[in-house]
């Protein structure tokens, strides 16, 4: 999410500590850490990690926020950071509001904060649960309860939970589905709007509302064409629900089975008739079937072409006057233009002679110069990578264990069966444990990274697997070559994985 300035909560809580800091006998304000638009149930935010870094510096010896939801409201983690890492770094924090601080030894509330803690986490979890509950009641009535309305709608000035129709762009939505129901591809339609500088969705979107656009082009695609002509909004239906976030505290979107999706039919004006939405689908359909059944030939180069001006992967297409052979041409300059890239073509057959001539060649090369080694030592290099990998999982799989057994211990401490004591020496020694592991878990990553294949490895795989490179087939070459440029239509510059 992009936050454009702060929020009138944020600007409230900072005027009330920079006046209590100032009010304060030999307080030095040495900066402010703000997480705007961030949840406290998660501790990996910017600014909560700067703040870290400046402890860790030496730069500050002193927290203080207005109350202890604000520090966070995972109740695991703030009772690690309160009762751990801020003793350990001689930290004082402060929790204005709730009474806490941690300089004072015989304050009262300090003791509870670990309750607090739990009450924060809860009231998390219980505000999550009931923006879920109150979100699928309003989907299953056929409110809106997306961040953007779809292309073509925007929300009412006077209800955000109603879409209407945006008229500055739904001319563009029923130019769309005219152009494919009259027979007129994906790629033509998104030349067309390309060439009559009308904005993408993304661009539109960032225009017209807060939005950060991701795309680098800017210009409509296929891709882009087709979500429009399956998209059921623009009949009136609303379809919802289709994914939601893993938990309060996991924040990884998970899609829904359609069993599980919110449909609302008329929720809202019709761009499109039924009628003409229902001859486009038919349509894709018609097309979709034709391309699955159509005998095609696998391309020996294909994904590993591309365009040293622009930087675009090349496509194949068949061309005027040759029968037999395709041509490899620009994606970028295919789909929009000379005005985005230069026509520069190649043949598929000079290019598959050109690739293969110049295997053939360096193969023998290197073997008449260099000696190989044996297959055997490949294989042993194989197996310490097995092993290596295998004792990186088990370690891993005990920080896993460690991390359930710390969170186990915490809660026996707030349940008043483990004293702070009893909680700091127990889960010290797992914290040692856990530490070596993960420098261990460190050591085996970087082992593996740098544990490559040799040249003379690759160069063992291409005798083993091509026999005088009379047989050439698509895995082999995926294995030898990271990437081809065109630079014209008689040169190409190869870059193979083991060669500089």
Known sequence: ?????????????????????????????????????????????????????????????????????????????????????????????????????????NNGNNDMGAF??????????????????????????????????PYGYKKASNDITRLVIDDKVADVVRYIFSEYNKGNGLSFIARRLNERKIECPSVYKQRTCRFHCKTL????????????????????????????????????????????????????EPIISEEEFNLAQDMLKLKTHRSHNKQTKEHLLSGLLYCPRCGNKYRYQKQTGLKDDLVAICSMYNRYGKEYCTRV????????????????????????????????????????????????????????????????SYEDKVNGILTTDEFINMTDNYRKEKEELLLKVKELEENLSTYKETKEDELTKIIKNISDFEIVDKETIVSLINRIEIIDSESIKIYYKFSE
């Open 1 to 105: 999410m992009k936050v454009y300035g702060d929020s009138e909560s944020i600007i409230n809580q900072r005027e009330f500590l920079t006046k209590y800091v100032k009010s304060q006998n030999n307080w030095e304000l040495i900066d402010t850490y703000v997480d705007d638009g961030f949840t406290g149930t998660n501790f990996n935010r910017p600014d909560f990690i700067r703040m870290k870094k400046d402890v860790e510096a030496g730069r500050i010896n002193l927290i203080i926020t207005k109350d202890l939801s604000r520090l966070g409201r995972d109740y695991i983690e703030t009772g690690y950071y309160l009762e751990k890492y801020f003793p350990k770094k001689r930290v004082r924090y402060i929790a204005v509001n709730d009474g806490i601080d941690t300089y004072e030894k």
């Open 116 to 149: 607090k803690s739990v009450v924060n986490d809860m009231y998390a979890k219980d505000i999550s649960k009931k923006v879920r509950t109150a979100k699928k009641t309003k989907a299953e009535k056929g409110e809106f309860i997306g961040a953007f309305a």
């Open 217 to 268: 082009t800017g210009l409509w695609g296929h891709e882009t064409i087709k979500s429009i002509l399956t998209n059921r909004v623009y009949i009136g239906e609303l379809i919802q629900r289709k994914g939601e976030m893993v938990s309060y505290k996991v924040k990884k979107y998970i899609s829904l089975p359609e069993s599980e999706h919110t449909t609302k039919k008329n929720a809202h």
């Open 345 to 408: 073509a190649i043949k598929e057959s000079i290019l598959d002679k050109a690739v293969k001539d110049d295997l053939k060649a360096m193969a023998k090369e290197k073997i008449n110069s260099q000696k190989l080694i044996s297959l055997e030592e490949v294989n042993n290099i194989r197996k310490d990578k097995a092993k290596m990998n295998k004792l990186k999982f088990d370690y891993e799989r005990r920080i896993a264990e460690i991390d359930r057994i710390i969170k186990a």
